[in-house]
């Protein structure tokens, strides 16, 4: 009995301490994470303007419904869609493809800082810095003069607003996937290479049967983040747009769609509309999991 | 995997590598063109002045002291207390036993999940009732956890050895000292990497602070700079020149840390 006392002791010890060290996070988590959540759930049921609160008016799943008949969302949804659908791919490839050759180098440290640098710049500064590039009179537009070709007046136009901003984001992220991948890299076991040597496989072959196979799950992960970062694409858009979304709504993201209705006091309505993009964002992640399981499981 | 590499990865790596320079080259430019000159594509040497320089940070029509300031006393706030809460909340899931454990932490992976913006309204809400619109208070106390940091920290801790833990034991130590005298010493690349991403995070913030703050004299750098575009979008070397001001803190942070920032990256990336 004497023996266990202090064993009691050291339990109740840990228990109490775990809690002292969980508490801090805990408050902040209960406050400013899930109590939000469920209330912007809640308001989403209702008609709710923050200047009259008073006034609020259950409405039920209108706000929902209305969302998939509201020109401006669907507009916002279907740019944020174009968005991913061309910078995700483009940009992994890009990344893997800059990893791959980067990884034999001497020099990988130079270049892998140096490709870096836009990742860490904030999307403010390289929006702007952008725009002056793209200026009607800019760099791109002086450079494209060189080949007899008159560029156009990039962040004015309802066709290239939308393009020139992902190839924006695409420049500044590239540097992020490609680390990932580096790291991907470095994890793969020499012995399976001095096999595939044995077997007389090089260059191409080695690439599209060891390496890719094996680099999956890092594409994955590099696929998964990239599509939840550009689902959530906000500060290019209104940076560039000033907050319109403009030219004609070419460059409306979700999120600044979201914003612009919290800030003309549609409250309940942008909170439904943060609740569609979670949804969109889970049923994304679920899609890839299953689609890379699926090819594990076939051993493609 | 060493093998003889062909001359022609070089000649991409080093073209790739002007697509990432050249824009930053190209702003700093502009940021010494004279106002007269900003839109010609070459300015003399001799022409290059520091005025824009000079005009953002002395003019008192543009606050970009005071932005810079709110900037650093943001950022080092929601640092430290990032560091301190995840840290401390990591631990405890990584080294210690109690009832709960396992679905609390549940929790915090479930709602690693949950996109920010969804909170937005809410928040807004929330601070405005306290009041915390253009605050402090307001730009950081909200922000001083981080569920993915608590991951983070987690996975790290769980990788240490038992042995550690046992021996300190036998020295006698509780549970508290056991984590200050024992485990924080040997964190330093964890508090390196979370230091890196949270200030990088918090520094280039432009969603919630652009929320958060509508006078003049609460904005954060990349929300003041928005702002000065906004005002005086054809004086490019002056917003050129601010862009550049709220870039290279972050810059100097990243080649001092670029070891552990990589290796950060890496990490967290292998989940």
């Not at chain 2, 840290?87 to 929790?107: D, E, N, Q």
């Not at chain 2, 569920?147 to 549970?175: C, H, S, W, Y």
């Not at chain 2, 750098?221 to 070397?237: D, F």
Request: positive net charge.
């Amino acid at each position: 009995m004497k023996r266990q006392r202090p064993q009691t002791r050291n339990r109740f010890d840990q228990a109490m301490a775990g809690y002292l060290f969980l508490l801090p996070a805990i408050v902040s988590l209960c406050v400013f994470l899930i109590g939000p959540i469920f209330y912007a759930l809640y308001i989403s049921f209702f008609h709710f303007s923050f200047l009259d609160p008073q006034n609020k008016q259950f409405i039920g799943v209108r706000n929902y419904i209305h969302l998939f008949a509201d020109p401006l969302f669907l507009r916002a949804l279907w740019n944020t869609t174009l968005y991913a659908i061309v910078v995700v791919p483009v940009q992994t490839a890009i990344a893997l493809f800059l990893a791959l050759i980067v990884n034999n180098l001497k020099g990988r440290t130079f270049f892998r800082i140096v490709y870096y640098l836009p990742t860490v710049t904030s999307t403010v500064a390289t929006s702007l810095m952008f725009m002056f590039i793209f200026e009607p009179q800019g760099l791109v537009n002086n450079f494209l003069k060189l080949f007899g070709i008159h560029g156009p007046n990039y962040f004015n136009s309802p066709t290239f607003a939308l393009p020139s901003i992902m190839a924006i984001a695409i420049w500044s992220s590239v540097g992020q996937y490609m680390i990932i991948y580096l790291a991907g890299l470095q994890d793969l076991p020499a012995e399976v290479y001095e096999a595939a040597a044995l077997d007389g496989a090089t260059g191409w072959r080695l690439l599209r049967y060891i390496t890719l196979p094996l680099l999956k799950r890092t594409t994955f992960l590099n696929v998964v983040l990239s599509l939840i970062g550009t689902f959530q694409v906000f500060d290019q858009m209104d940076v560039i747009s000033q907050g319109t979304g403009g030219p004609l709504n070419s460059t409306l993201s979700v999120v600044l769609d979201l914003f612009n209705q919290a800030m003309s006091q549609n409250m309940g309505y942008a909170s439904a509309i943060g609740f569609v993009l979670f949804v969109i964002i889970l049923l994304l992640t679920f899609i890839q999991k299953f689609f890379f399981e699926r090819n594990d499981e076939a051993g493609v | 995997m060493q093998r003889r590499v062909s001359p022609a990865f070089y000649v991409v790596a080093i073209l790739y590598s002007l697509v990432s320079l050249v824009p930053f080259v190209w702003s700093i430019y502009t940021s010494f063109k004279p106002t007269a000159g900003v839109y010609d594509t070459w300015v003399p040497l001799s022409k290059l002045t520091l005025q824009s320089y000079k005009y953002l940070l002395t003019s008192p029509q543009v606050s970009f002291m005071q932005w810079l300031l709110n900037s650093v006393i943001v950022a080092v706030i929601v640092t430290i207390g990032n560091l301190i809460v995840n840290t401390l909340a990591g631990y405890a899931f990584a080294r210690f036993r109690f009832p709960a454990k396992g679905p609390l932490f549940m929790v915090f992976l479930a709602v690693m999940m949950i996109p920010g913006q969804v909170v937005l309204v809410p928040m807004y809400i929330l601070l405005a009732h306290l009041g915390w619109i253009n605050t402090y208070q307001g730009l950081t106390i909200p922000f001083l956890m981080s569920p993915f940091m608590i991951f983070l920290t987690r996975q790290f801790f769980l990788g240490m050895p038992n042995e550690l833990e046992e021996a300190a034991k036998v020295d006698g130590l509780g549970p508290w000292g056991i984590f200050f005298k024992i485990f924080l010493p040997l964190s330093r690349p964890l508090i390196a990497t979370q230091t890196i991403f949270t200030f990088q995070g918090n520094w280039n913030s432009f969603l919630w602070t652009s929320l958060l703050e509508s006078s003049q004299n609460m904005y954060t750098l990349p929300v003041g700079l928005n702002n000065l575009y906004g005002q005086y979008n054809a004086y490019w070397n002056q917003v050129l020149a601010g862009v550049l001001l709220l870039t290279i803190p972050m810059i100097i942070i990243f080649f001092i840390f670029q070891r552990q920032f990589v290796q950060g990256i890496s990490t967290s990336g292998i989940k």
